[in-house]
């Protein structure tokens, strides 16, 4: 089984930017595909982007389209997740997920083999 700490969650502005990083270990990194998902205040969790073992295929939701780039260092056993021009709306507990493959990580079912604690991203207006 993979562990997985998020960190770089926090207080930022609208219009800001913030820069998630995932660190894993416990099993081969590059095994995994990765995801980033978030849960705001009384809604569901919701898979937010998604990465493939190699970083060649990317996945994005629309909420983050255009705006978040997720990236991952294999030689570091991280991914990353950047997201610009921030909205309150982007207010959330956001988790990194491992997954078997990219389909499974993507999937409407969360397929996901393995949750970070998650870390709280909170914009303020």
């Known amino acids: 089984q993979v562990q997985l700490v998020e960190s770089g969650g926090g207080l930022v502005q609208a219009g800001g930017s913030l820069r998630l990083a995932c660190a894993a270990s416990?099993?081969?990194?590059?095994?995994?595909?990765m995801g980033w998902f978030r849960q705001a205040p009384g809604k569901e969790r919701v898979i937010v982007a998604a990465?493939?073992?190699?970083?060649?295929?990317?996945y994005y939701a629309d909420s983050v389209k255009g705006r978040g780039t997720i990236s991952r260092d294999n030689a570091k056993n991280t991914v990353y997740l950047q997201v610009n021009s921030l909205k309150p709306e982007d207010t959330a507990v956001y988790y990194c997920?491992?997954?078997?493959?990219?389909?499974?990580?993507?999937?409407?079912?969360?397929?996901?083999?393995?949750w970070g604690q998650g870390t709280l991203v909170t914009v303020s207006s």
């Open positions: 997920a491992a997954g078997r493959t990219f389909s499974r990580i993507t999937s409407t079912r969360q397929q996901v083999d393995a």
């Open positions: 990465i493939n073992w190699s970083g060649g295929t990317t």
């Open positions: 416990g099993r081969t990194f590059s095994d995994y595909a």
